[in-house]
């Protein structure tokens, strides 16, 4: 699995898990910071999650508040997980 399909599974499931309704739509963006990949951000409804390649962590929210944080290591760099 590539990396950015696992961060957004791992997104999916702490949204469902969080209450989200399976039929409600997914919203993703890419980050960018001066023309540079800086990461994806995930949103449904309350919920949200942001992606850091640099850090290699993924932030998990709820109404903007952090639940939690996990390290997501992957053998991909930043470009290659745009």
């Not at 969080?18 to 409600?24: F, K, Q």
């Not at 890419?30 to 449904?44: E, K, V, W």
């Not at 850090?55 to 952090?66: H, T, Y």
Request: glycine share 8%; charged share 20%; hydrophobic share 40%.
């Amino acid at each position: 699995m590539q990396l950015t399909e696992s961060i957004r599974a791992r997104v999916i499931d702490f949204f469902l898990d969080n209450g989200a309704d399976a039929t409600m739509e997914l919203q993703e963006v890419i980050l960018l910071s001066n023309g540079h990949y800086d990461g994806r951000r995930f949103y449904c409804g309350n919920l949200q999650a942001v992606w850091s390649p640099l850090s290699g962590e993924l932030s998990l929210m709820i109404k903007d508040v952090e639940q939690a944080r996990i390290n997501i290591s992957g053998n991909e760099t930043a470009t290659k997980a745009a």
